[in-house]
């Protein structure tokens, strides 16, 4: 390590070295080192500067105060994955609670071994609820004479998909889904979500997007824990489901 002293705070100086593998430590009036710039490039404040960790920047304080590092977020984060293998259902519950106060789970490549509507519903309370859910949602499919309303009423899940998705190869699904405030205990679970579908046998493309809640009382005051999502008839052969949370 080599270091350079200046007698003076004022005018300037130009350095250069052929071997940048060393320290470069800027002195005032002989003083402990006040500015200090080490190898691979860390920038930091005394005679140890920190390199901080994988990921941050290095932030001004303003002018009274030093910079430091900081973290910086990511907005999205991907919080679990599960993948479904001829399952009766697909529950995602890995990673939600008070971290996050919105939630991104999407849905990839969906095929079934029947012809089926897909459905979700919460986990309220410590279960997954089959009661008290309403909705409203708008669809079409390709050839189909305008759009389709879906109007859900105490319904026993949401409504995912408009028509079946048949289990003919080549007929798949996929889509989003969000919900919000999963740990309060004061306002409704609201969803949002779209989905699209194939449906081979039929010959058609098909559409929706909706939102919807859970209304009864045990819904309304409960914790929500999980989502989950399954088929009328038949299992979820294969799909790819990632959950998400949104940076607050």
Known sequence: MSSISAGTTSGSALVSAGDTSGDLI????GSTPSVSLKANGSVGL??????????????????SAAPTWTTVSSGLTLLSTVTASSSSTVNLETGIGSSYDFYL???????????GIFKGRMKLGGSYRSDGYYAMSNGGY?????????????????QLSFSNISSVTNSTLSGEFWFSNPTSTSVLKLANWVFGGYDYSGGSYNTIQGT???GNYTGSSAVLTGIQFFFTSGTVVTGTFRLYGFAK
């Open 46 to 63: 005394g005679a140890s500067p920190s390199y901080g960790t994988a990921g941050q920047l290095f932030t001004s304080g303003g002018s």
């Open 142 to 158: 390709a050839g189909g004479s305008g759009n389709l309303a879906v109007n859900q009423n105490s319904a026993d899940s949401f």
């Open 26 to 29: 800027l002195q005032v009036n």
């Open 105 to 115: 789970i999407t849905v990839t490549n969906v095929t079934t071994d029947a012809n």
């Open 212 to 214: 919807g809640g859970n």
